[in-house]
């Protein structure tokens, strides 16, 4: 069956550290794949997304992903996180509609 | 462009009560999503229209919900009766393409059936 899976439910990390966010997925061949990011009581805003080409995608808010074909990955990162980007993080993918993965709640430290 | 925008922002009604959530896309986006967010099972598709047209609606829970889309500018999703398991943050969402360019959400509708 198609999926996505995030394994990391919540992760805390201190303001200025580096980011890794993990996502896996699980289609038959691969499908364009997204990230998205939702502050409380917000909808979703589109980070990045990644179709063909270049496997490093940037995205807004100085974040980057890596599309890891071998290990039918795409994780997410950023190298020195802002208080404010904590929030919750989606990874999506799909090919004529996107399933979500079940999301990794951010928490930053000052 | 304002967005799509979703109505109402918040509804809390009684069980057994209609509910119906309206969505207005981005002009010119040809595919329209409705998703249901929960705790317990995250961002659940429940449908999707392209060209006004409902494509895949396997992800509708049962007959008490239904979703029309009457023209390019509008879509509803109904629920009825309601039920307090149906309590769900419900979103819209529409894009360009049915995936190319990623989706633009609305900021969602917090149901509350109590």
């Known amino acids: 069956a198609q999926s996505v899976t995030q394994p990391d439910i919540h992760i805390t990390v201190s303001e200025g550290a580096s980011l890794e966010l993990r996502c896996n997925y699980s289609y038959g061949a691969t499908p364009y794949l997204f990230w998205y990011v939702q502050s409380p009581g917000q909808g979703l805003q589109l980070l990045l997304k990644y179709f063909s080409g270049d496997t490093l995608v940037q995205g807004i808010k100085g974040f980057e992903a890596e599309f890891k074909r071998s290990q039918s990955s795409f994780n997410l990162r950023k190298p020195s996180v802002h208080w404010s980007d904590a929030a919750e993080y989606f990874c999506a993918g799909g090919y004529n509609k996107l399933i979500f993965g079940a999301g990794t709640r951010l928490a930053v430290h000052p | ?114």
Not at chain 2, 15 to 32: D, Y
Not at chain 2, 65 to 76: E, L
Request: charged share 20%; hydrophobic share 35%.
């Open chain 2, 1 to 114: 462009d304002a967005g799509v925008i979703q109505s109402p922002r918040h509804e809390v009604t009684e069980m057994g009560q209609e509910v119906t959530l309206r969505c207005k896309p981005i002009s010119g986006h040809n595919s329209l999503f409705w998703y249901r967010q929960t705790m317990m099972r995250g961002l659940e598709l429940l449908i999707y229209f392209n060209n006004n047209v409902p494509i895949d609606d396997s992800g509708m829970p049962e007959d008490r919900f239904s979703a029309k889309m009457p023209n390019a500018s509008f879509s509803t999703l109904k629920i009825q009766p309601s039920e307090p398991r149906d309590s769900a943050v419900y979103f819209c969402a529409s894009s360009l393409e049915v995936v190319d360019y990623g989706y633009t959400f609305g900021s969602g509708t917090r149901l509350t059936v109590v």
